[in-house]
């Protein structure tokens, strides 16, 4: 059932690094992350990670393997075959610190940008009354892991340092969309998220979505329907009259 | 004397752990005023919590309107087998609905039951359904909430001061390996930070453990690389006590194929909505294991179970959903009996038990994990199961209203903390555990720094030299042969595992320990290889004293307790002892060793006592200990 398996991993840090090649045992059902661990254990002590659950469920193991951005916990390796040679990597769109560990903070000062939770205003905690249907929508992107594989293939930033100062990211971007839809979230959020958070860069070719480990339907849940919330609000010359009426009043 | 140690910061309240207790702990220092930071060994929002999938234990009445505090208490006494610290478990029990409620102000998102309220399920050995939850993913939910929360809080010291760290700064990827004290007080704390290696002082008054547990010591786990008990073992280093650690929570369902997931956490929920635990005989086992003490609640005829789901007035519940300890010893004997699945497991269907659809919109992440680890689909067909180390309900002693150890200053809020869940915890009692006393420890800690008045203890240099001391020295000489660090923790795991597991017998016991003492001599040879940044065989070869000193906690209290309850199960000494029943065995470090003694359960108040019938009463405690009750009640 074992075999010698040929892994290519990066190693380095932030001022140099290359590609080292490694020959490891792999077993029937491990993953990528057990073979990490195993070169830990083996041959490499040193080998700086990071991880969680082994679960899916922590977003923690991302990293690019054979070039594709996925989490090492979920990436089976009988997904390959015992001849090629597996290649990880770190995720390319944020800075590496060492090894497949990079720098994340982009995300974090990204995150303290959108404007949290408002609650309602004359509802105590505890008379919160919401219905299945309503909340489902932004339950679908509170599954959410944070394991940053959209916010580092998104083309927007992927290899366009510049644009990460005014572009939010599908993570944050989603997150707007998820209080935008929450039924009791007393702030209105469209404005802001063209204007401020940068969902105007979005053009909806759907590699977000396609790399969420959950399978959230970034693109056509959350993005698209934000897209529209924004055109109905900035540039339907309607609301834009009923709101300078509304405003003078 | 010179120290390396190039950054220091000072706070009112340093919490240690980034789980749900504490962040909750977190906000409630930052709310009362305190400059509070909080240490996370992960990425903040990474936590352990972010495993929990079933479900917060909190008596709201939503779908039961019989439900209260009182029920939720009593569940939660008897889940413990009485050996609960009664004034936590009362606490936790009236405090939970408000602490669930106070998340939806923060802007979690329940499933809610059709009149708009937050929904609740079943769950195993609570008399109603009471758990908040959000499909088979609550933590993340509740991680999350507070994660943005703490967002939040600094957002709004952002609008006034102009700096979001002001009162609450999180410092992520960094392990404290040091408590520093001054004549006895908490004075501060001692870490690196993972990803440069560089070492960190935080000065503080006050410090909130909220480490979690102990699990990464067992081979087969559903805890992650953080449960090394660093909380437990800090307070202990410091002159805290810790109790109940021979209480270790194995949860009946992890997965246990293929290998690389086995330990991998399949949630109660599973048999809360319906899910049935059968054997390779195909009989619904648990039917056979009801114990005595809860012959009135379980049903007696797979009918009669299947009937409470629809009509829980009239029909009593399956026996699936006994207590965890119940249930993992009953699948143990099963697969010890020839009856198990082909990987040494159980089956657990629920596949023809309820329609697809139904399943993949209660267990979604369920049905994702054994489709994607597994090549299983769990509509169409069971689950091969098997238990896991899961909890540990042992940890630091605490006051229950204030959280606060025997330390001065310092504070236990969580699974590092002991006594609420008594021998045995209550699925859905943990996350509303963490809200409940992660609140009051953030309460207490404020409280202890204003007591102070402006005085604050101070750190030493020669303690903080010391503790650098400690920190580098996997990097310098051994004395004899060096020691991997991953396989001195392989080799740990196996012994608990197999020594000191869910079945313990004295031989094995004694045998564990003395083979601890062998590793305690390896551990000193244990060497890093590499640099200082973010080098993960540093790392763990600093956890493994922590995990060392804790498995020795496990074990001595499991070789002290000649009777099984709970969490504890002595093959030699079956069965519950009264006498036990009212002795928790305290953990302490002196000179360097571990000693133990033994001192009473804290006494139940007679209008808690109240809530129990005699002859439930009289099951568990002392034939003397019911004489007085019943002399006090003829008074």
């Known amino acids: 059932m074992s075999y010698q398996a040929r892994f290519r991993i990066w190693r380095g840090d932030a001022d140099s690094g290359g590609m080292a090649d490694f020959e490891v045992e792999v077993n029937e059902g491990e993953v990528v992350l057990d073979i990490i661990h195993r070169l830990q254990a083996t041959q490499a002590s040193d080998l700086a990670v990071r991880w969680n659950c082994k679960a899916g469920k922590c977003g923690s193991c991302s990293a690019e393997v054979n070039g594709m951005p996925r989490l090492m916990c979920m990436t089976r390796m009988n997904t390959f075959t015992e001849q090629e040679t597996i290649i990880v990597t770190p995720l390319r769109g944020f800075p590496v610190i060492r090894d497949l560990v990079t720098d994340v903070s982009f995300n974090y000062a990204k995150a303290r940008e959108i404007p949290s939770f408002a609650p309602p205003k004359d509802v105590p905690a505890g008379e919160y009354r919401m219905q299945q249907t309503d909340v489902e929508r932004s339950q679908e992107f509170r599954k959410c892991i944070e394991c940053y594989l959209c916010q580092n293939t998104c083309h927007v930033v992927r290899d366009h340092e510049e644009n990460k100062k005014a572009f939010a990211g599908p993570r944050y971007l989603m997150r707007i969309a998820e209080l935008d839809m929450h039924p009791l979230d007393a702030r209105d959020r469209k404005r802001d998220a063209q204007t401020s958070h940068g969902l105007g860069f979005c053009n909806i070719t759907k590699c977000c979505t396609e790399v969420c480990p959950e399978h959230i339907k970034i693109t056509d849940n959350a993005l698209i329907p934000m897209k529209e919330r924004v055109v109905d609000r900035v540039y339907d010359p309607l609301v834009w009259l009923g709101s300078k009426i509304r405003r003078r009043a | ?635």
């Open chain 2, 1 to 635: 004397m010179t120290t390396t140690t190039t950054q220091r910061h000072s706070y009112d309240v340093l919490v240690i752990g980034a789980g749900g207790a504490g962040l909750r702990a977190a906000i409630e220092a930052r709310e009362q005023g305190m400059r509070t930071a909080v240490i996370s060994k992960s990425l903040f929002g990474k936590a352990h919590t972010v495993m929990a999938e079933g479900g917060a234990a909190a008596a709201m009445g939503n779908v039961n309107s019989k439900d209260s505090w009182q029920v939720h208490f009593r569940d939660t006494m008897r889940g413990g087998k009485f050996l609960n610290n009664p004034r936590m478990a009362e606490l936790h029990a009236k405090e939970a609905p408000d602490r669930v409620w106070e998340l939806e102000t923060y802007g979690a998102l329940f499933d809610r039951t059709p009149d708009g309220k937050i929904s609740q399920r079943n769950f195993g050995g609570h008399e109603y359904p009471r758990l908040a939850h959000v499909g088979d993913r609550t933590g993340l939910e509740m991680i999350r909430t507070l994660q943005q929360k703490i967002v939040s809080l600094q957002q709004d010291d952002e609008r006034e001061s102009g700096d979001p760290e002001k009162f609450l700064r999180v410092f992520h990827e960094t392990t404290i390996t040091d408590l520093l004290l001054d004549g006895g007080s908490v004075s501060g704390a001692f870490g690196y930070f993972r990803d440069t290696g560089e070492f960190v002082l935080f000065e503080a008054p006050a410090v909130v453990l909220a480490t979690g547990g102990i699990g990464k010591s067992f081979k087969v786990t559903s805890n992650s690389w953080e449960y090394t008990g660093d909380g437990h073992a800090l307070a202990l280093r410091a002159g805290g006590t810790l109790i109940n650690m021979e209480f270790v929570q194995f949860h009946p369902t992890g997965m246990v194929w293929p290998p690389s997931v086995k330990g991998i956490l399949v949630t109660e929920s599973v048999r809360g909505d319906g899910g049935v635990l059968r054997n390779s005989e195909n009989r619904r086992f648990m039917f056979d294991y009801v114990p005595e003490v809860f012959k009135a609640q379980y049903a007696d005829t797979e009918a009669e179970g299947d009937r409470w789901y629809t009509d829980p007035e009239n029909n009593k519940r399956p026996p699936e959903l006994l207590p965890r300890d119940e249930v993992a010893r009953a699948i143990n004997s099963e697969v010890k009996e020839g009856r198990g699945s082909p990987h040494g497991g159980v089956f657990l269907d629920v596949s023809s038990r309820l329609p697809a659809d139904v399943i993949i919109k209660k267990l979604p992440s369920m049905h994702h994990q054994f489709k994607e680890l597994a090549d299983v689909d769990i509509t169409a067909e069971p689950m091969e199961v098997g238990p896991t180390c899961h909890y540990v309900m042992g940890g630091v002693e605490v006051d229950a209203d204030t959280t606060a150890a025997r330390v001065p200053g310092l504070f236990a809020a969580g699974e590092v903390a002991g006594g609420m869940h008594g021998s045995n915890r209550l699925g859905g009692n943990s996350l509303s555990d963490l809200l409940v006393f992660g609140r009051r420890a953030g309460l207490g800690a404020a409280d202890y720094v204003r007591s102070l008045g402006g005085r604050r203890p101070a750190v030493a240099e020669a303690d903080l030299a010391a503790a650098e001391r400690t920190a580098l020295a996997p990097f310098g000489e051994p004395e004899g042969e060096p020691e991997n660090p991953y396989a001195l923790h392989a080799e740990l795991q196996q012994t608990m595992n197999d020594l000191v597991g869910i079945i313990r017998r004295e031989a094995e016991v004694r045998e564990a320990l003395a083979t601890l003492d062998r590793y305690d001599a390896r551990a000193r040879r244990v060497r890093a290889t590499g640099g200082r940044a973010f080098n993960p065989g540093w790392h763990l070869a600093l956890d493994l004293r922590n995990m060392l000193l804790v498995s020795r906690c496990v074990a001595m209290a499991a070789l002290e307790r000649t009777e099984s309850r709970g969490g504890h199960t002595r093959e030699d000494h079956p069965g519950m002892d009264p006498y036990w029943r009212g002795i928790n065995i305290v953990l302490a470090v002196q000179d360097g060793q571990v000693t133990q003694h033994r001192q009473p359960v804290p006494a139940m108040r007679p209008d808690l006592l109240a809530l129990f019938d005699r002859t439930e009463l009289g099951r568990y405690v002392t034939t003397a200990e019911l004489a007085a009750l019943n002399g006090e009640e003829s008074r």
